[in-house]
């Protein structure tokens, strides 16, 4: 029997867009809230534009609600004539009572460009009862302020996808929880356990089954930490593990494999040296076991899940600060490995991205003399064998992309990376109000012995390095943390003022019409 349709309505209040209404029988409801995204005293439904592309006002709306187990989609067009102290009902659509569904509320100026951009995490329509869809409106391609972490989170901290959404935060302003949806931050007040003391170079990696692992890193003194915990995202409970053989380690390249354990590789050791050492973390013995170690000893190395499960470890910074180009593919249960062909730019403090063909984008870092690089290239695996790193050709622009180190780069549901963060001035003297620009790669493939892709820079957002960055159930991603400052002996900076304190979302659009 076809299960019953319901009538999803869309208004507008205040700071938030809420709506109710399903037609009987049976009496169930869903209602969509539609949390604004930005700065209070702008319209959210108003573009002010970039340097690079003017802004423009959103004319049109369009609500549309998609099934993707059904392939059911309704879509439903209105004008944008409204403020956001308004209250009125925008429009409907029929959906019917199931799982699967997705709501996508978008805005296009003018010219057809699409500036205002929402999408809700998938959710279930009840044949009786009642479904709360939170949803967050901001501009295409551009960050928001989701929230605030007073005092800041600070460097090198990280952001972990809890089930329900919502983000774990550890770093060296504390431990904290934030939910995007509503632009809550909370942290004592709803964390219970043994919560970790601040640090920043840890490992924090988010297990098979939603846990969140954290362990090791650096206090603010410099003090390396061998302590482990396990995060449980539905009971906000922390759990203080006891793991033989697990010793202090900050910088390392830190991997939550498929089955369900974790693989670390180089960082700082006791004696604040670069390390060549590798664990295999087993929290379901709770105890570390030696793994193939690393050709050389190194800190903020990088690694990427490949499609078979298998894990590359490339780069870092050695005992001398000088850059590797050694790489390393460890088996899927990362009991084994084998070497893989060198950069072409040896670097560490970089970023290596997974791609949705099987390729790994590899972007930035520092090089010789911590030179900052852009230096884009990919790791194409092949099956027993080393692999290769070839270059990236940018097809889009064709101008020099900005180097950066300490930066964040996540892949995107429709398989494009974001880039965001980074210093790229590392020995320079700081600009705190400078703003960056985030670079949105989008991969074309291989052509002959060069790979293709574009990329666009996109957005802005407050120049920090050593941030972290995670992708979000909707499509968007938030980044926290970061420090406004120079490496060296100031790093990581130790007044608050250099911290950066806002929560950024950044709304994902794929293409403009």
């Avoid at 972490?149 to 090198?156: A, D, S, T």
């Avoid at 910088?251 to 354990?261: E, Q, T």
């Avoid at 400052?485 to 304190?501: K, L, N, T, Y």
Wanted: include cysteine; aromatic fraction near 6%; proline fraction near 9%.
């Amino acid at each position: 029997m076809r299960p019953s349709a319901c009538r999803l309505t869309l208004g507008l209040g205040a700071a938030w867009l809420a709506a109710s209404a399903c037609g009987p029988p049976p009496p169930a409801t869903v209602q969509l809230l539609v949390r604004v995204l930005g700065d209070e005293w702008r319209d959210p439904l108003k573009n002010l534009g970039t340097a690079e592309r003017p802004g423009s006002d959103v004319e049109l709306l369009s609500l549309s609600a998609g099934n993707s187990q059904t392939g059911e989609e309704h879509t439903l067009e209105l004008p944008s004539d409204l403020g956001v102290s308004d209250r009125q009902v925008l429009g409907a659509l029929p959906i019917a009572a199931g799982a699967g569904w997705q709501v996508t509320l978008s805005g296009k100026d003018r010219f057809g460009f699409l500036w205002a951009l929402g999408r809700s995490r998938p959710f279930e329509v009840p044949a009786r009862g009642s479904a709360q869809v939170p949803l967050m409106l901001g501009i295409a391609d551009d960050f928001a302020a989701s929230g605030r972490v007073e005092g800041g989170l600070g460097p090198f901290a990280s952001a972990s996808l809890l089930p329900d959404g919502s983000v774990l935060l550890v770093g060296l302003g504390g431990v904290f929880v934030h939910e995007p949806q509503a632009g809550r931050v909370c942290g004592e007040d709803c964390l219970s356990g043994e919560r970790p003391a601040p640090r920043w170079l840890h490992a924090a990696v988010t297990l098979p089954d939603g846990r969140v692992f954290v362990a090791g890193g650096a206090s603010a003194s410099g003090l390396l930490l061998d302590d482990a915990y396990l995060f449980d995202g539905s009971s906000r409970q922390f759990l203080r593990l006891r793991v033989p053989g697990l010793l202090p380690r900050a910088g390392a390249a830190s991997v939550a494999l498929r089955n369900g354990r974790v693989l670390q590789v180089g960082g700082l050791d006791t004696a604040a040296q670069p390390s060549a050492r590798a664990v295999l973390i087993d929290l379901s013995a709770f105890v570390a076991a030696e793994a193939p170690p690393f050709p050389g000893g190194v800190s903020l190395p990088a690694a990427a899940m490949l499609e078979s499960g298998e894990v590359l470890v490339c780069g870092g910074l050695g005992p001398a600060g000088e850059p590797s180009g050694a790489a390393m593919v460890y088996s899927a249960d990362g009991t084994s490995a084998r070497r893989a062909a060198d950069l072409n730019s040896p670097r560490g403090a970089h970023s290596a991205a997974p791609l949705s063909d099987g390729r790994v984008v590899i972007f930035g870092g520092l090089g010789d003399g911590e030179r900052t690089l852009a230096a884009p290239e990919a790791f194409i695996p092949t099956a027993g064998a080393s692999g290769e790193f070839v270059a990236v050709e940018d097809t889009h622009s064709r101008q020099p992309l900005e180097p950066r180190a300490g930066h964040a780069a996540v892949r995107l549901e429709s398989g494009e990376v974001l880039i965001v963060g980074g210093e790229n001035e590392p020995l320079g003297t700081p600009d705190p109000g400078r703003p960056g620009t985030a670079l949105k790669f989008s991969p074309t493939g291989e052509i002959g012995d060069v790979y293709h892709g574009s990329f666009e820079r996109v957005g802005l957002i407050p120049a920090r390095a050593g941030v972290a960055a995670v992708a979000l159930p909707d499509a968007s991603v938030l980044v926290a943390g970061g420090a406004r400052g120079q490496r060296g002996a100031s790093f990581p900076p130790r007044e608050p003022a250099d911290w950066a304190v806002g929560l950024e979302v950044f709304v994902r659009s794929s293409a403009r019409p």
